[in-house]
């Protein structure tokens, strides 16, 4: 079975983007040939790209050294560590063991870390309650990372390795090792993961100010471009349907190319003001530099996005996160999903009209017979 191109699991190489690189994944193929392959994430801005083309064309160690190291002055230069910062601050909101969230933010706060070792910290952030009791090898898998960079990461953060890493964790977290789910099957994992990636995301919303941000924004923009590309096309395309119920003039933007900088011309010229990107990994370049262009061209850029860590981070005005599941083959989008209709609703109450809207077209959807009772 090979991997998607767009969010494959590192099973087999996918032809022409190469697989995930998200090692030892539940069906045992670590190792397995094109397993390397780097995710965009690894670099933003220019040269956060070239160090995650280097990790991807590298495959190995060697590759994605290579790939730090390109990205390093990108992803690390002043800013970047805020970028961690907020992404943790963001984990320890949205109730993952608030206590040991709080703990990883004061740890990582002040180091310059590489674009790899913000991925790594992203991932302990969302395993907080797990991170004290996690080895080496287990945290490189589950943030699909090398062990050595595992290790390079420890050291950054100014421990001798990862076990001393560990240790201050476990002096400073509950002793308490959380319940084991180690008799479930694969299926039953993933949709524990995407159960808890819900509940993540319901402690989040607890702070309901940056979506009700976002819908007046949306409601303000007419027209409003909603932007999807590969992997993220469904949520986009999903959010476009109904948003089209309450909201004069939405337009989907789901396909790349030359193209997608002219709809976004056109958008602007028509009196657009906000433009609203659904973005999962992996992260096409061309969304990354639409989301350049589209601020450039004076849009508000907000977006939905897996994590904080995304390389989209960097071109988006309003971020909100929304983790996905990766246990499978495929990655599971729940999350980003509600996230969507979530935002619909905050744009329908920041819409005087929307309500007569939808009465008007239930009245002529009743009138056309258009749905089966």
Request: net charge negative.
């Amino acid at each position: 079975m090979s991997g998607d191109a767009d969010n494959g699991g590192g099973i087999g190489g996918a032809a022409g983007d190469g697989p995930r690189d998200r090692a030892g994944t539940t069906r045992g193929t670590r190792g397995a040939a094109g397993a390397g392959g780097g995710r965009e994430a690894a670099g933003v801005g220019a040269g956060g790209n070239a160090g995650a083309d280097a990790g991807r064309e590298g495959g190995t160690d060697v590759g994605r050294d290579a790939g730090e190291g390109a990205g390093l002055d990108a992803g690390a230069a002043p800013g970047g560590n805020a970028g961690v910062a907020s992404g943790v601050q963001a984990g320890a909101e949205t109730g993952m063991d608030t206590g040991t969230a709080a703990r990883l933010q004061k740890l990582f706060e002040g180091h310059r870390l590489t674009p790899t070792q913000r991925r790594i910290a992203h991932c302990m952030v969302r395993r907080a309650a797990d991170a004290p009791f996690l080895s080496s090898v287990e945290l490189a898998e589950l943030a699909g990372v090398s062990q050595p960079s595992v290790t390079r990461f420890a050291v950054a953060l100014g421990f001798d390795g990862y076990p001393a890493l560990r240790r201050h964790l476990r002096e400073v977290a509950p002793t308490d090792k959380p319940d084991d789910t180690g008799s479930y099957n694969e299926y039953q994992q993933a949709v524990q993961a995407e159960i808890d990636n819900l509940r993540h995301l319901a402690a989040a919303l607890a702070d309901p100010s940056p979506v009700i941000e976002a819908g007046r924004l949306f409601a303000a923009s007419r027209p409003l471009p909603v932007l999807g590309l590969r992997a993220a096309t469904a949520q986009a395309a999903g959010f476009s349907y109904f948003a089209r119920k309450v909201h004069p003039d939405v337009r989907l933007l789901d396909e790349g190319g030359t193209m997608l900088t002219d709809r976004i011309d056109a958008a602007v010229r028509a009196g657009a003001s906000t433009l609203l990107c659904f973005a999962l990994p992996r992260h096409p370049r061309e969304v990354v530099d639409a989301l350049e262009y589209a601020r450039t061209a004076g849009l508000t850029v907000v977006t939905v996005a897996d994590s904080a860590f995304a390389p989209v981070a960097h071109h988006t005005d309003l971020l909100l996160p929304a983790p996905v599941g990766t246990g499978l083959a495929f990655d599971t989008a729940c999350a980003p999903m509600l996230l969507g209709r979530v935002l619909l609703e905050a744009m329908c109450d920041a819409l005087p009209d929307a309500q007569a809207r939808l009465e008007q077209f239930d009245a002529r959807a009743a009138a056309r017979g258009l749905f089966v009772e």
